[in-house]
Protein backbone atom coordinates (compact mmCIF):
# COMPACT_ATOMS: atom_id res chain seq x y z
CA UNK A 1 0.00 0.00 0.00
CA UNK A 2 1.14 3.33 -0.86
CA UNK A 3 2.32 5.68 2.06
CA UNK A 4 0.19 8.56 0.42
CA UNK A 5 -2.99 6.52 0.35
CA UNK A 6 -6.11 7.79 2.19
CA UNK A 7 -6.82 4.54 3.96
CA UNK A 8 -3.10 4.91 6.07
CA UNK A 9 -4.25 8.32 7.37
CA UNK A 10 -6.29 8.16 10.58
CA UNK A 11 -9.62 10.65 10.48
CA UNK A 12 -12.78 10.88 10.93
CA UNK A 13 -14.20 8.51 8.18
CA UNK A 14 -12.24 6.37 9.68
CA UNK A 15 -13.62 5.47 13.05
CA UNK A 16 -12.01 5.78 16.56
CA UNK A 17 -8.45 6.76 15.51
CA UNK A 18 -5.30 4.50 16.61
CA UNK A 19 -3.95 6.79 19.11
CA UNK A 20 -5.18 7.74 22.08
CA UNK A 21 -8.67 6.37 22.75
CA UNK A 22 -11.79 8.16 24.51
CA UNK A 23 -11.02 9.16 27.68
CA UNK A 24 -6.96 9.04 27.75
CA UNK A 25 -4.54 12.37 26.96
CA UNK A 26 -4.09 13.52 23.41
CA UNK A 27 -2.75 16.26 24.41
CA UNK A 28 -0.91 16.60 27.74
CA UNK A 29 0.65 20.76 28.53
CA UNK A 30 3.41 21.21 31.28
CA UNK A 31 4.67 23.90 32.45
CA UNK A 32 4.22 25.74 29.34
CA UNK A 33 5.60 29.54 28.71
CA UNK A 34 5.96 31.90 26.16
CA UNK A 35 8.03 34.89 27.11
CA UNK A 36 8.97 37.19 24.30
CA UNK A 37 12.05 39.21 24.71
CA UNK A 38 12.13 43.34 24.97
CA UNK A 39 15.49 44.01 23.23
CA UNK A 40 17.45 47.55 23.29
CA UNK A 41 19.56 48.90 20.93
CA UNK A 42 20.06 49.41 17.60
CA UNK A 43 23.33 47.88 16.38
CA UNK A 44 24.10 45.99 19.49
CA UNK A 45 21.09 44.68 21.39
CA UNK A 46 20.75 43.18 24.64
CA UNK A 47 18.02 41.49 26.23
CA UNK A 48 16.06 44.43 28.72
CA UNK A 49 13.42 42.21 29.70
CA UNK A 50 10.26 39.66 28.41
CA UNK A 51 6.35 39.73 28.10
CA UNK A 52 5.83 36.66 30.38
CA UNK A 53 2.38 36.11 27.78
CA UNK A 54 2.04 32.01 29.31
CA UNK A 55 4.35 31.52 32.06
CA UNK A 56 3.66 27.77 33.51
CA UNK A 57 0.27 26.28 32.13
CA UNK A 58 -0.86 22.92 33.09
CA UNK A 59 -3.19 21.18 31.33
CA UNK A 60 -4.66 17.81 29.27
CA UNK A 61 -6.91 17.00 26.36
CA UNK A 62 -8.68 13.45 26.41
CA UNK A 63 -9.73 12.33 22.69
CA UNK A 64 -13.11 13.18 21.60
CA UNK A 65 -13.09 15.82 24.51
CA UNK A 66 -13.23 19.74 24.50
CA UNK A 67 -11.42 22.40 26.99
CA UNK A 68 -12.45 25.69 26.49
CA UNK A 69 -9.71 28.37 27.48
CA UNK A 70 -11.51 31.45 28.63
CA UNK A 71 -9.71 35.35 30.69
CA UNK A 72 -10.04 38.84 29.22
CA UNK A 73 -8.06 39.75 26.28
CA UNK A 74 -4.50 39.49 26.58
CA UNK A 75 -4.63 36.90 29.07
CA UNK A 76 -2.43 34.69 26.88
CA UNK A 77 -4.97 32.48 25.25
CA UNK A 78 -4.65 32.76 21.31
CA UNK A 79 -0.65 32.36 22.42
CA UNK A 80 -1.16 29.01 24.00
CA UNK A 81 -3.28 28.02 20.80
CA UNK A 82 -0.44 29.13 18.66
CA UNK A 83 1.95 27.29 20.99
CA UNK A 84 0.07 24.02 21.15
CA UNK A 85 0.17 24.07 17.34
CA UNK A 86 4.01 24.72 17.41
CA UNK A 87 3.08 28.06 15.34
CA UNK A 88 5.29 29.61 17.83
CA UNK A 89 8.29 27.53 19.94
CA UNK A 90 8.15 27.56 23.66
CA UNK A 91 10.41 29.38 25.84
CA UNK A 92 10.13 26.34 28.73
CA UNK A 93 7.50 23.31 29.45
CA UNK A 94 6.65 20.40 27.23
CA UNK A 95 4.06 19.76 24.96
CA UNK A 96 3.15 16.05 24.23
CA UNK A 97 0.50 15.27 21.37
CA UNK A 98 -0.57 11.47 20.78
CA UNK A 99 2.13 10.17 23.51
CA UNK A 100 5.07 12.07 21.09
CA UNK A 101 7.14 14.71 22.28
CA UNK A 102 6.31 18.02 20.14
CA UNK A 103 7.71 20.67 22.18
CA UNK A 104 11.24 21.12 19.94
CA UNK A 105 10.64 19.22 16.88
CA UNK A 106 11.82 20.89 13.55
CA UNK A 107 9.27 22.34 11.53
CA UNK A 108 10.29 19.20 8.69
CA UNK A 109 9.68 16.79 11.80
CA UNK A 110 6.11 18.38 12.40
CA UNK A 111 4.26 17.51 9.07
CA UNK A 112 3.10 14.16 10.14
CA UNK A 113 1.96 15.55 13.87
CA UNK A 114 0.33 18.34 11.66
CA UNK A 115 -1.79 16.21 9.91
CA UNK A 116 -3.50 15.01 13.48
CA UNK A 117 -2.88 18.74 14.95
CA UNK A 118 -5.02 21.97 13.20
CA UNK A 119 -6.07 25.22 13.78
CA UNK A 120 -9.35 27.39 13.35
CA UNK A 121 -8.12 30.94 13.13
CA UNK A 122 -10.14 34.15 14.89
CA UNK A 123 -10.55 36.11 11.53
CA UNK A 124 -12.32 34.83 8.62
CA UNK A 125 -11.06 37.41 6.24
CA UNK A 126 -7.42 37.72 6.89
CA UNK A 127 -6.98 33.93 7.25
CA UNK A 128 -8.10 33.17 3.63
CA UNK A 129 -5.76 33.66 0.64
CA UNK A 130 -8.17 36.20 -1.42
CA UNK A 131 -6.16 34.76 -4.53
CA UNK A 132 -6.85 31.27 -3.93
CA UNK A 133 -10.21 29.89 -4.87
CA UNK A 134 -11.85 28.19 -2.33
CA UNK A 135 -11.24 24.86 -3.97
CA UNK A 136 -7.75 25.36 -4.11
CA UNK A 137 -7.72 26.41 -0.18
CA UNK A 138 -8.82 23.22 0.99
CA UNK A 139 -6.73 21.58 -1.41
CA UNK A 140 -3.55 22.88 -0.21
CA UNK A 141 -3.09 20.86 2.87
CA UNK A 142 -3.69 17.48 1.29
CA UNK A 143 -1.06 18.60 -1.63
CA UNK A 144 1.81 19.77 0.30
CA UNK A 145 1.29 16.52 2.95
CA UNK A 146 1.49 13.89 -0.45
CA UNK A 147 -1.75 12.95 0.81
CA UNK A 148 -4.37 11.45 -3.02
CA UNK A 149 -7.91 10.77 -1.17
CA UNK A 150 -10.11 8.06 -3.64
CA UNK A 151 -11.58 10.52 -5.98
CA UNK A 152 -9.34 13.17 -6.52
CA UNK A 153 -8.59 16.35 -4.56
CA UNK A 154 -11.81 17.80 -6.00
CA UNK A 155 -13.67 15.55 -4.73
CA UNK A 156 -12.79 15.62 -1.44
CA UNK A 157 -12.62 19.71 -1.45
CA UNK A 158 -16.28 19.15 -2.55
CA UNK A 159 -17.04 16.74 0.13
CA UNK A 160 -16.01 18.92 2.45
CA UNK A 161 -17.64 21.86 1.68
CA UNK A 162 -20.95 20.10 1.98
CA UNK A 163 -20.26 18.74 5.10
CA UNK A 164 -19.44 22.26 6.60
CA UNK A 165 -23.11 23.38 5.15
CA UNK A 166 -21.91 25.17 1.52
CA UNK A 167 -23.20 24.17 -1.65
CA UNK A 168 -20.15 21.78 -3.07
CA UNK A 169 -20.62 23.69 -6.06
CA UNK A 170 -18.76 26.84 -4.78
CA UNK A 171 -15.38 25.00 -5.04
CA UNK A 172 -14.19 27.70 -7.97
CA UNK A 173 -15.24 31.36 -6.16
CA UNK A 174 -12.85 33.28 -3.92
CA UNK A 175 -13.14 34.43 -0.55
CA UNK A 176 -14.43 37.65 -1.27
CA UNK A 177 -17.58 36.42 -2.67
CA UNK A 178 -18.84 35.10 0.99
CA UNK A 179 -19.72 36.46 3.81
CA UNK A 180 -17.82 36.13 7.09
CA UNK A 181 -19.83 32.91 8.41
CA UNK A 182 -19.23 31.48 5.41
CA UNK A 183 -15.45 32.21 4.72
CA UNK A 184 -15.32 30.45 8.73
CA UNK A 185 -17.38 27.43 7.62
CA UNK A 186 -14.40 27.10 4.28
CA UNK A 187 -11.59 27.45 7.65
CA UNK A 188 -13.30 24.96 9.30
CA UNK A 189 -13.13 22.64 6.15
CA UNK A 190 -9.68 23.32 5.53
CA UNK A 191 -8.96 22.48 8.97
CA UNK A 192 -10.65 19.25 8.26
CA UNK A 193 -8.73 18.17 5.17
CA UNK A 194 -6.22 16.13 7.11
CA UNK A 195 -8.82 14.22 9.15
CA UNK A 196 -7.37 15.27 12.33
CA UNK A 197 -7.48 14.49 15.94
CA UNK A 198 -7.00 17.77 17.80
CA UNK A 199 -8.41 21.24 16.38
CA UNK A 200 -7.37 24.37 17.90
CA UNK A 201 -10.02 26.87 17.59
CA UNK A 202 -9.09 30.31 18.42
CA UNK A 203 -11.91 32.64 19.07
CA UNK A 204 -13.67 31.34 16.09
CA UNK A 205 -16.69 32.90 16.52
CA UNK A 206 -15.78 36.43 17.99
CA UNK A 207 -15.83 38.39 14.59
CA UNK A 208 -19.13 36.67 13.37
CA UNK A 209 -22.63 38.02 13.93
CA UNK A 210 -24.70 36.46 16.94
CA UNK A 211 -26.68 34.40 14.75
CA UNK A 212 -24.22 33.23 12.56
CA UNK A 213 -21.75 32.35 15.79
CA UNK A 214 -24.90 30.18 17.03
CA UNK A 215 -24.65 28.50 13.68
CA UNK A 216 -21.04 27.56 13.50
CA UNK A 217 -20.51 26.55 17.12
CA UNK A 218 -23.71 23.61 16.23
CA UNK A 219 -21.62 22.68 13.46
CA UNK A 220 -18.75 22.56 15.45
CA UNK A 221 -20.23 20.29 17.86
CA UNK A 222 -21.99 18.30 15.15
CA UNK A 223 -18.23 17.73 13.69
CA UNK A 224 -16.90 16.67 17.13
CA UNK A 225 -19.67 14.07 17.22
CA UNK A 226 -19.62 12.77 14.09
CA UNK A 227 -15.98 12.54 13.58
CA UNK A 228 -15.09 11.81 17.67
CA UNK A 229 -12.90 15.61 17.44
CA UNK A 230 -10.73 16.95 20.41
CA UNK A 231 -10.84 20.43 20.93
CA UNK A 232 -8.82 23.26 22.62
CA UNK A 233 -11.83 25.90 22.23
CA UNK A 234 -10.82 29.92 22.86
CA UNK A 235 -12.97 32.80 23.63
CA UNK A 236 -13.79 35.21 26.13
CA UNK A 237 -17.35 34.54 25.65
CA UNK A 238 -18.33 32.70 28.52
CA UNK A 239 -21.91 31.72 27.22
CA UNK A 240 -20.61 30.31 23.89
CA UNK A 241 -18.09 28.53 26.07
CA UNK A 242 -20.99 27.02 28.01
CA UNK A 243 -22.55 25.43 25.30
CA UNK A 244 -19.53 23.98 23.43
CA UNK A 245 -16.89 22.59 25.87
CA UNK A 246 -16.72 19.70 28.64
CA UNK A 247 -14.18 21.15 30.57
CA UNK A 248 -13.14 24.89 31.18
CA UNK A 249 -10.09 26.49 32.15
CA UNK A 250 -9.83 30.35 33.38
CA UNK A 251 -6.44 32.12 32.21
CA UNK A 252 -5.69 35.22 34.19
CA UNK A 253 -2.34 37.39 32.89
CA UNK A 254 -0.52 34.03 31.92
CA UNK A 255 -1.64 31.43 34.20
CA UNK A 256 -4.58 29.02 34.87
CA UNK A 257 -6.21 29.99 37.76
CA UNK A 258 -8.92 27.63 38.20
CA UNK A 259 -10.37 24.24 35.85
CA UNK A 260 -12.90 22.33 36.01
CA UNK A 261 -16.13 20.46 34.29
CA UNK A 262 -18.57 22.61 32.71
CA UNK A 263 -21.32 22.48 35.13
CA UNK A 264 -18.69 22.55 38.58
CA UNK A 265 -17.22 26.07 36.84
CA UNK A 266 -20.31 27.45 36.12
CA UNK A 267 -22.38 26.78 39.22
CA UNK A 268 -19.54 27.09 42.21
CA UNK A 269 -17.07 28.99 41.11
CA UNK A 270 -14.50 29.10 43.30
CA UNK A 271 -12.08 31.50 42.22
CA UNK A 272 -12.79 35.44 42.72
CA UNK A 273 -11.48 36.31 39.43
CA UNK A 274 -13.86 32.58 38.05
CA UNK A 275 -16.58 34.85 39.96
CA UNK A 276 -15.96 38.63 38.50
CA UNK A 277 -16.23 36.78 35.08
CA UNK A 278 -19.44 35.04 35.60
CA UNK A 279 -21.26 38.03 37.29
CA UNK A 280 -21.05 40.15 33.89
CA UNK A 281 -22.77 37.16 31.65
CA UNK A 282 -26.47 38.50 31.17
CA UNK A 283 -29.22 36.31 32.23
CA UNK A 284 -32.35 35.83 30.06
CA UNK A 285 -34.74 35.98 32.75
CA UNK A 286 -35.59 39.86 33.26
CA UNK A 287 -35.99 38.97 37.06
CA UNK A 288 -32.96 37.10 37.08
CA UNK A 289 -30.89 39.58 35.46
CA UNK A 290 -32.55 42.82 38.00
CA UNK A 291 -31.38 40.42 40.88
CA UNK A 292 -27.86 39.76 39.73
CA UNK A 293 -25.58 41.34 41.19
CA UNK A 294 -22.52 42.29 39.38
CA UNK A 295 -18.58 42.00 40.73
CA UNK A 296 -16.85 45.14 38.87
CA UNK A 297 -13.47 44.74 38.92
CA UNK A 298 -11.19 47.92 39.97
CA UNK A 299 -7.82 48.80 38.68
CA UNK A 300 -5.76 47.84 35.05
CA UNK A 301 -4.88 44.75 34.34
CA UNK A 302 -1.02 44.36 35.36
CA UNK A 303 1.56 44.40 32.57
CA UNK A 304 2.43 41.10 32.03
CA UNK A 305 6.45 42.69 31.31
CA UNK A 306 6.45 43.10 35.47
CA UNK A 307 3.55 40.67 36.81
CA UNK A 308 2.78 40.94 40.48
CA UNK A 309 4.50 39.34 43.40
CA UNK A 310 2.39 36.35 44.98
CA UNK A 311 -0.93 36.14 43.11
CA UNK A 312 -1.13 37.71 39.88
CA UNK A 313 -4.93 38.93 40.65
CA UNK A 314 -4.35 40.20 43.87
CA UNK A 315 -4.24 43.48 42.72
CA UNK A 316 -7.71 43.43 41.69
CA UNK A 317 -9.06 41.01 44.28
CA UNK A 318 -11.37 41.92 47.17
CA UNK A 319 -10.15 38.99 49.36
CA UNK A 320 -6.41 39.85 49.16
CA UNK A 321 -4.64 39.55 52.36
CA UNK A 322 -0.24 40.01 52.57
CA UNK A 323 0.07 36.07 52.43
CA UNK A 324 -1.17 36.86 48.60
CA UNK A 325 1.78 39.32 47.65
CA UNK A 326 4.10 36.95 49.04
CA UNK A 327 3.54 33.20 48.22
CA UNK A 328 1.97 32.63 44.77
CA UNK A 329 -1.21 29.84 45.23
CA UNK A 330 -0.70 26.80 43.41
CA UNK A 331 -3.31 25.26 41.41
CA UNK A 332 -4.76 22.23 42.93
CA UNK A 333 -7.78 20.27 43.72
CA UNK A 334 -10.18 21.48 46.36
CA UNK A 335 -11.49 19.63 49.00
CA UNK A 336 -15.62 19.04 48.59
CA UNK A 337 -15.53 19.49 45.12
CA UNK A 338 -15.76 17.72 41.97
CA UNK A 339 -12.86 15.56 40.85
CA UNK A 340 -10.55 17.57 39.03
CA UNK A 341 -12.01 21.11 40.04
CA UNK A 342 -8.65 22.95 40.33
CA UNK A 343 -8.14 26.61 41.47
CA UNK A 344 -5.19 28.68 42.55
CA UNK A 345 -6.04 30.84 45.50
CA UNK A 346 -5.14 31.18 49.09
CA UNK A 347 -8.64 32.22 49.80
CA UNK A 348 -11.46 30.14 48.05
CA UNK A 349 -14.33 28.78 48.70
CA UNK A 350 -13.28 25.21 49.91
CA UNK A 351 -10.04 24.46 51.13
CA UNK A 352 -6.88 22.94 49.31
CA UNK A 353 -5.78 19.81 49.22
CA UNK A 354 -2.42 20.65 50.48
CA UNK A 355 -0.31 19.52 53.30
CA UNK A 356 -1.45 21.33 56.46
CA UNK A 357 1.77 23.02 56.98
CA UNK A 358 1.22 25.41 53.54
CA UNK A 359 -2.13 26.20 54.55
CA UNK A 360 -2.03 29.63 56.55
CA UNK A 361 -4.11 29.30 59.61
CA UNK A 362 -5.12 32.58 59.58
CA UNK A 363 -4.07 36.07 57.17
CA UNK A 364 -1.36 38.05 58.03
CA UNK A 365 -2.49 41.03 59.89
CA UNK A 366 -1.10 44.22 57.93
CA UNK A 367 1.02 46.42 59.48
Known amino acids: MSTTDTDTIPGPRDGATPGASEGEALLEVKDLKMHFPIRQG ?32 GCGKSTTGRLVTRLLEPTGGTIRFDGEDITHKRVSSMRAA ?9 DPYSS ?35 IVGLNPEHYN ?39 IQAQVVNLLQDLQREFNLAFVFIAHDLAVVRHFSERVAVMYLGKIVEVADRETLYSRPQHPYTHALLSAVP ?59 QAACHFPEVKQVVAPEEIPSAPASAE
Open 173 to 211: RYPNEFSGGQRQRIGIARALALKPKLIVADEPVSALDVS
Open 114 to 122: RQNLQMIFQ
Open 283 to 341: EADPDSESRRERIRLTGDVPSPINPPSGCRFRTRCWKAQDICASQEPPLVQLVGSAEGH
Open 42 to 73: IVWQRQIGAVKAVDGLDFSVSAGQSLGLVGES
Open 128 to 162: LNPRHTVGTIIETPMRLNGINPEGGHRKRAQELLE
